[in-house]
């Protein structure tokens, strides 16, 4: 019988895109893995840890209330990664989904870590505050991560990105450290598109006040940003 051992070169495939710069569906990068894993091929395991084991604790730790649990959490979410790969159907990337795993597991595990504390964390405050959502989805102001100060400041963000209600700072996260597009973020939240413009607008704003008031200066000096569009 035949040798059916597949060599995984990821670096061989090639994403297809449309022209906005999304990924449709499957890339070619995606399929393989996914190939790999429902066949149960130890080498599809190791490449997909290879690929997104970094950037899953990267996201996990900012979304965490304790970070210092991070590591057990994303043990779990690539836990539920290979369970429930059977039931991938593909209509999102590969990446949208383990992430949308991985926020999920977040909020579970800050759920659990408030509950533990007596304390409870409302993630569905997220309308009320008398604006439209016309004003919502223009924000002018900088960006709070387009910032080239020096790593002290970086330390700072990271503190305060800890102070935001859980959904704005999965939106935040999600966009200007990802660097995801606002589509892929409503996909992984499960949220309108209008709704992750407006967290994300909301988180920013909500940052660069807490960051103006750390650092005394005034938001205008600090941030260089880019707008929601």
Known sequence: MADSTVSFDLDACTPQWDLTGTVTGLSPVDQLLLDGLRRGDEQAYEALIERFQNPVYSLVYR??????????????????????????????????????????????????????????????????????????????????????????????????????????REAVVLRDIEGLAYEEIADILQISLGTVKSRILRGREALRDRLAHRLQLEPRLVFAPQGVD
């Open 63 to 168: 979304l965490m209330s304790d970070p210092s649990d991070a590591g057990d959490v994303v043990q779990e979410v690539f836990l539920k990664v290979f369970r429930r790969v059977g039931t991938f159907r593909g209509q999102s990337s590969l990446k949208t989904w383990i992430y949308r795993i991985a926020v999920n597991e977040a909020s579970n595990h800050r759920r659990w870590f408030s509950r533990r504390r007596g304390h409870e964390i409302g993630l569905d405050e997220d309308q009320g505050d008398g604006r439209t959502l016309e004003q919502s989805l223009h924000d002018q102001n900088p960006s709070p991560f387009e910032i080239t100060l020096d790593h002290e400041t970086q330390a700072c963000i990271e503190e305060v990105l800890q102070e935001l209600r859980p959904a704005f």
